[in-house]
């Protein structure tokens, strides 16, 4: 065997047991991100603003952007007052704003 096949025959070895690792790399799965923010919230806001925690007992809304989820929880039927809000940075889920809508 001569050493140019010996060395094509690594490569292709090589090569080919990279391919499945890099498949193995799953994107994430966008409905698990999304819970991971709405636990995420409920963290910030029972930590920075403990006052509103009974509000994130009702289910939220999360919308995303290209770089954050907004996690909006729903008025209580028959509320007039407003709602806890909380912007969290994709990736690592870190606090960008957190507020009350009135």
């Known amino acids: 065997m001569s050493h140019q096949s010996l060395l094509i025959g690594f ?3 090589a090569s080919s047991l990279a391919i499945p690792s890099m498949h193995a790399q799953k994107p994430t799965d966008p409905v698990a ?3 991971q923010a709405v636990a995420a919230a409920r963290e910030a806001i029972a930590t920075a603003r403990p006052e509103w925690k ?3 007992t009702r289910k939220p809304m999360v919308t995303e952007t290209r770089d954050e989820y907004v996690v909006t929880y729903p008025l209580p039927k028959g509320s007039l007052g407003g709602a806890p809000v909380v912007h969290l940075k994709k990736g690592d889920l870190k606090v960008k704003k957190l507020y009350h809508t009135q």
Do not use: N, P, S
């Open 54 to 56: 009974a509000e994130t």
């Open 33 to 35: 991100a999304k819970q």
């Open 11 to 13: 490569f292709v070895l």
